[in-house]
């Protein structure tokens, strides 16, 4: 497939609106030529004395269509104006050809509900904002739904966000064996066992380091959460050491929130739930994905779905209230009969909250899966069902984002019963607050007003120990963020 623009260079705009029918594809991009040979998305804009002129062709093998519009040279913010229109001729060209509609329309970033907030901020009222992204971003009006409840839940949430308050994030990237979708960092546990002990004392000492910081810009932390890879690879005592490290180097007195993702069912304990429990986390995952054995087979996750029941079920033993599960739409060998027992299964166990994730087609790939099959993934029918289920049974979406190559470009979906919304989550998807990552393949996310910076640590667990002392100095970064000339003079 060849882009082109013709007098315009709104690549990523553009791109990213082919990208939606076609994902996981690399596409040959050409300036200012009017042919190209193959599938082909032309765009062009000719501006004239009062008017610019716009116009798109697309071309998939022996099928053509083209539609063209106008916009007003004094119009206002010209530039944008004539990238959405761009935009808009293109979807609707792809659209006829394809038969495909993707229901986020023009939204293609990782952040729909972000621009919802941003909305109704102005003042503007929820039927207004309905019509905007019904009419002027193309979006299915169950999307609309969804991205509006999402923002209606988290108004109240947002609104108890403290000033010069902080998350902090640990990260222990192992699991018990790699699941084929994996994208994280993650290392199987097998692999990486001698440098776990010297991991978990570097990470002790940023946890130390970090709270030295915290405490000396004045900082208060607000949320806590452990995750990974699966914290609960890791043993009890190794698990106590960290939470101990964290109870003892940071004052929790205004903590509202503690986050232990226990992630897979194979590495939970009696003895590591207990742990968890004793440092004082109030929330946990307990994240099948599937309740499938088959599919939690073929994505090599070391567990059965008994076991998921089983580690729930000892969770609730030991007395954790708040309890997460993750699942994912659109996993291979899945299919819309099984995913909906998953659904039911977990509604049945009545959890706090349940997350439910999109494949990402970037994974997909990574399972030699064609875009064909990609495109005949069942996962929109999926998403759904589960929307129509969670929202039938008490649980309301709190928050959402997108990753790009998604099936389908569709959502990851966090919902909760209410009052059991997770703040860290609303926080770091919304970017209202800092996130002070620790551990390897951690990035920290600075944010005060409208300044925003962020840290990257070492990516895998040796480097992370290797370059230990060149990682620590990484951190004084976050004391220039916060003196830096201009952001104080601010407040
Ligand atoms: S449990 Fe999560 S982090 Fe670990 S391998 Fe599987 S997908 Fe990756």
Redesign the pocket.
């Known amino acids: 497939m060849t882009i082109i623009f013709n007098g315009n260079n709104y690549k990523y705009e553009l791109e990213s609106v082919v990208k939606l029918f076609f994902p996981a594809q690399l596409f040959t991009l050409l300036y200012d030529v009017r042919d190209a040979d193959g599938d082909l998305c032309f765009s062009r804009l000719k501006a004239g004395k009062s008017k610019t002129y716009l116009f798109v062709l697309v071309r998939l093998g022996d099928k053509t269509t083209r539609l063209s519009t106008k916009v007003d040279n004094d119009i206002h913010d010209y530039r944008k104006a004539c990238e959405l229109e761009l935009s808009r001729l293109l979807f609707l060209c792809l659209n006829k050809l394809t038969g495909i509609t993707p229901e986020w329309g023009l939204i293609t970033g990782v952040r729909p509900v972000k621009r919802v907030n941003k909305m109704i901020k102005t003042g503007l009222p929820d039927d207004s904002i309905k019509k905007q992204l019904e009419k002027k971003y193309l979006v299915a009006k169950d999307k609309i739904n969804l991205a509006i409840i999402t923002a209606n839940t988290q108004k109240e949430i947002l609104g108890t966000l403290k000033d010069g308050s902080f998350s902090l994030y640990v990260s222990i990237p192992f ?1 018990p064996t ?2 084929s ?2 994208s ?1 960092v ?1 290392q199987a546990i097998d692999n990486v066992m001698g440098i776990i002990p010297q991991y978990i004392d570097n990470l002790c000492e940023e946890l130390k380091y970090t709270a030295e910081i915290a405490h000396k810009l004045n900082l208060k932390l607000d949320t806590i959460y452990f995750g ?3 914290p609960t690879s890791i043993n009890e005592y190794q698990l106590e050491k960290l939470m101990k490290t964290v109870s003892s180097s940071f004052d929790l007195s205004s903590l509202r929130e503690y986050t232990v993702e226990a ?2 069912a194979d590495t939970i304990t009696k003895e590591k739930l207990e742990v968890i429990k004793a440092n004082k986390a109030t929330r946990i995952s307990i994240n099948p994905q599937t309740l499938n054995d088959d599919v939690l087979k073929a994505i090599g ?1 070391n567990h059965t779905a008994q076991q998921v029941f089983e580690s729930y079920e000892l969770a609730r033993k030991i007395g954790f209230y708040n309890i997460n599960m993750d699942l994912i739409a659109g996993l291979p060998t899945d299919t819309i009969e099984s995913f909906e027992n998953t659904i039911d299964s977990v509604v049945g166990l009545s959890p706090e909250s349940i997350t439910v994730h999109t494949l990402s087609i970037k994974r997909a790939a990574d399972l030699n899966r064609s875009d064909k099959n990609v495109l005949r993934n069942p996962a929109p029918a999926m998403i759904a069902y589960s929307s129509r289920i969670l929202l039938n049974n008490g649980y309301l979406p709190y928050y959402l984002y997108r990753q790009k190559n998604t099936v389908g470009n569709l959502e990851n979906t966090g919902y909760s019963k209410k009052g059991f919304e997770s703040l860290y989550n609303i926080y770091i998807m919304e970017e209202v607050q800092s996130i002070i990552a620790t551990g390897a393949g951690a990035s920290t996310k600075l944010i005060l007003k409208d300044k925003m910076d962020r840290i990257f640590n070492y990516k895998h667990p040796l480097e992370y120990n290797n370059h230990f002392d060149l990682m620590i100095q990484k951190k004084d970064a976050i004391i220039d963020f916060y003196n830096r000339k201009g952001i104080n003079e601010k407040e």
């Open positions: 699991c790699r699941c979708y994996c994280f993650s990974g890879g699966t992630g897979r996750r």
